[in-house]
């Protein structure tokens, strides 16, 4: 049985907030293959193109007949748990402090023995379970068996939460609840367990709507935030920084056309100010204290979530200047992913296709709900993956950019 | 495929000279100087001058950035045979093997084989988390409970496919620990009790502290030369009846239950002309004695799956029935690095040769010293064995 979750205690300021420790990051390039599909919540191995052969660990030739054609195929990760240990010492800093720690040895169906961290909810060797892959603190794919049926309070077990951005009990930051997306956001966290959300709305003078419902909730506190206004950024970090265990950031402006069709670039500016250097003002201002934060208990640091789109992957004409606002958001937040990461904080990159909201009015059916696109949000940090692409659109998109990043730009610009 | 048991025999090569560069916890020495040490022993041992030394087979994990070579212009050596066996527990065994065949073919008269690594206060921490680049990528991400783990799995499913108890893996380290008391350069020096084993801080469940050897520093080393040259320079040796090597054994097994001494052993004995009941003693590579249990299985001397029979049956000490591990095996004596590779054959050496510095065992004529090692994922994929015999048997 996995004992659920209980509320942390209100944190002693006295008392020293342990450092980020990460577990052992090294890998070899052939093993990164195993790290880029679990970042998309996917489990694969290298399977041989010639004789089908499933290959574990990772390696540059098929160990049955040596051929260098090696595939990264989903694997369903049926297994049999032959063996399993819990370890109550380790050589590693961060596995030191973590112990006692559950670990199995599989026997995958499709062939492999592998070594999995182990879920509580498994039954002991032997038994049947399901393995998956999930990003660790050091965010390295790392495979986890889990029991074939769902448990009780799955996703509180201690090992799991270590791989996940678990909202149950942790403090948000939704940095714009002005949107129907943002507003989405803020219900969907509390949904999902959140012990506090912070939701920053610019100019506090004027009201809008929603507003009166989003504050009524007793888990929300409205606070002014304007991501174009460096002092605002700052200031509010000062105020919460040191307590915000995730930052959603769904702050965005968002106007159509290209570059033809306008004169001036003031709209292109102040997409940039809000897409690309709000996000700048915002990483510079909360992610150190974030990131210092990464391993303060249950309910640490763990998550900051970016609102991109799928535009940023390849210039939609239509939206161009929005798209050139999120494809540097994109770059900028790939920079972000790589210093949070040593304080163990994953970087989030969601990428929805056109949301049903009036900057898209135009643009035809089908659009992603802001509801949809909120669960879609909440979903990848219960996963703990790096990358989303919520609706079919961006699924389409995202097909056919892996394809063929040409062939897409093509197709767009027609 | 089984050895084809037509091997040349090794009738007119021999092992002398055995020895031991005494331990040490942790060292501020290099591996360098370690194999300095043991070089230098061997030469008092035998009655050599360095430049009677034209071979040398060395095993270390600690003496990056070198291998063997370097050696060479550190130690003042000059060799025209060398060879250099990172291999872990299977290094003494292969070294030896690689060694007889060096002087039968004359290409060498005499090979210090040398097992030496030194262990400083960090050493085992580095040496895990880059052993090889499959326990990097899919092992130490896992807990980083090292080799400790890895054999918490092995003990766990033999202990529910085999019936084993923890008393029985316990009878095992106790009756290696009398052995070792009598041993002068055991790490361990105090009399091991059952309850102790039982009652000791847990590891890696079911693996508790005594289960584990003490990674510290030293080294083992022996000489190769021909029968020939041993009785012109008045040693005594030991002699080689078989041997056996065999690398990622059974790759198919989801998880290691038997090592490549199965596929092997029937060679090994029709090679020695002897049967396992023969056998006076056995140095198993007893990282885990789990592992020896396996190995006692795999080299015949009970079935597979009847380990904790045999186990019940015995008591092996070194006055007792079926010793192993005669100056106490690692579990006793610790494991420096590679030497515990050839921990197992300098003690057989001595025993054959009455060179005791452990008890002996009394009248024994044949030994087995098994080698095995190499966890680079899930499995030791090295196993070796040698039998040896006393000059005139």
């Not at chain 2, 090794?10 to 040490?24: I, S």
């Not at chain 2, 690095?337 to 003690?347: D, I, K, M, R």
């Amino acid at each position: 049985m996995i004992p659920p979750l209980v509320r942390p205690k209100l944190k002693n300021p006295i008392l020293r907030t342990p450092l980020p420790v990460l577990p052992p990051w090294m890998r070899s390039r052939a093993a990164l293959g195993l790290t880029a599909a679990a970042a998309l919540g996917q489990f694969r191995l290298q399977v041989c193109g010639e004789c089908d052969a499933v290959q574990y660990p990772p390696r540059e030739c098929c160990h049955s007949c040596l051929s260098d054609q090696l595939r990264w195929r989903e694997q369903s990760g049926s297994g049999e748990l032959i063996s399993e240990t819990t370890v109550h010492h380790s050589q590693d800093l961060y596995f030191s402090e973590r112990m006692p720690w559950r670990l199995g040895m599989v026997r995958l169906d499709a062939g492999p023995t592998v070594v999995v961290h182990l879920h509580g909810g498994c039954a002991p060797a032997p038994a049947r379970v399901r393995v998956g892959a999930r990003l660790d603190k050091s965010g390295q794919g790392v495979l986890v068996a889990f029991p074939i049926d769902e448990v009780l309070n799955m996703a509180d077990d201690r090992q799991l939460r270590e791989m996940t951005c678990d909202p149950k009990f942790r403090k948000v930051l939704v940095t714009d609840g002005k949107t129907g997306v943002g507003q989405a956001v803020v219900r969907n966290i509390i949904a999902a367990g959140a012990d506090l959300v912070w939701v920053g709305y610019a100019e506090p003078w004027k009201t809008f709507a929603g507003l009166t419902e989003l504050a009524a909730q007793p888990q929300v506190a409205m606070l002014p935030l304007d991501l174009t206004d460096s002092q605002s950024v700052k200031t509010l970090a000062a105020e919460i920084g040191g307590k915000v265990d995730i930052l959603i950031n769904t702050a965005e402006l968002h106007r159509a056309h290209g570059i033809a069709s306008r004169s001036g670039i003031e709209v292109a500016r102040a997409e940039m100010d809000v897409n690309y250097f709000g996000l700048l003002r915002l990483a510079q201002e909360f992610g150190p204290v974030m990131r210092s934060r990464g391993a303060d208990g249950q309910s640490s640091a763990t998550a900051w979530v970016n609102l991109l789109s799928i535009y940023a992957l390849s210039n939609y004409p239509r939206h161009g200047t929005f798209s050139a606002s999120k494809a540097a958001a994109l770059s900028l937040s790939q920079c972000l992913r790589a210093e949070m990461r040593p304080g163990a904080v994953r970087v989030i990159n969601v990428f929805p296709g056109p949301i049903d909201d009036e900057w898209n009015q135009a643009t035809p059916q089908p659009k992603l709900t802001p509801e949809a696109l909120a669960k879609a949000v909440v979903r990848a940090l219960k996963d703990g993956v790096e990358d989303v692409y919520p609706g079919d659109v961006a699924q389409e998109w995202l097909l056919r950019w892996q394809e063929s990043p040409k062939t897409l730009e093509r197709e767009l610009s027609t | 495929m089984p050895a084809s048991g037509k091997d040349r025999d090794y009738q007119d090569v021999v092992l002398v000279a055995p020895v031991t560069v005494p331990y040490t916890r942790y060292s501020i020495r290099s591996a360098h100087w370690f194999v300095a040490q043991a070089l230098s022993r061997l030469l008092k041992e035998s009655r050599l001058m360095k430049a009677d030394i034209d071979g040398m087979s060395l095993g270390s994990f600690m003496l990056a950035p070198d291998t063997a070579i370097g050696l060479t212009q550190h130690l003042g050596i000059t060799v025209r045979w060398l060879d250099y066996v990172p291999l872990g527990g299977a290094s003494g065994i292969v070294a030896l093997r690689r060694a007889l065949r060096a002087v039968q073919a004359g290409d060498a008269e005499v090979v210090a084989c040398i097992g030496a690594d030194t262990n400083h206060v960090d050493s085992f921490r580095q040496t895990l988390g880059s052993f090889s680049v499959f326990a990097r990528d899919a092992v130490f991400p896992y807990g980083s409970g090292g080799p400790n783990a890895s054999f918490a799995f092995l003990t766990s499913y033999y202990m529910r496919s085999c019936g084993a108890t923890r008393e029985d893996f316990g009878k095992l380290c106790v009756a290696q620990r009398d052995n070792a008391l009598g041993y002068p350069h055991a790490m361990f020096k105090k009399k091991l009790t059952l309850d102790e084993y039982l009652g000791a801080r847990l590891i890696a469940d079911p693996i508790r502290l005594f289960d584990c050897v003490m990674p510290c520093a030293g080294a083992e080393a022996f000489l190769v030369m021909t029968r020939q040259r041993a009785e012109a320079l008045g040693l005594a040796y030991a002699t080689v009846r078989s041997t056996c090597e065999r690398h990622n054994a059974f790759p198919e097994d989801p998880i290691q239950m038997r090592g490549g001494w199965v596929l092997d052993r029937e060679h090994l004995y029709g090679a020695a002309g002897v049967e396992p009941s023969d056998i006076d003693f056995v140095q198993t590579y007893d990282d885990y004695p789990v592992m020896s249990m396996i190995q006692i299985e795999d080299l015949g001397f009970c079935k597979k799956g009847e380990g904790p029979n045999f186990i019940r049956r015995n008591s092996f000490t070194v006055d007792g029935s079926f010793p192993i591990n005669t100056s106490g095996g690692q579990l006793s004596v610790g494991q420096a690095g590679c030497a515990a590779g050839f921990l197992g054959v300098v003690e057989s050496i001595r025993q054959l040769t009455d060179c005791n510095l452990a008890r002996p065992v009394p009248g024994a004529r044949f030994a087995i010293a098994v080698g095995f090692g190499m966890i680079t994922y899930d499995r030791g994929l090295c196993s070796g064995a040698a039998v040896l015999g006393r000059a005139n048997a």
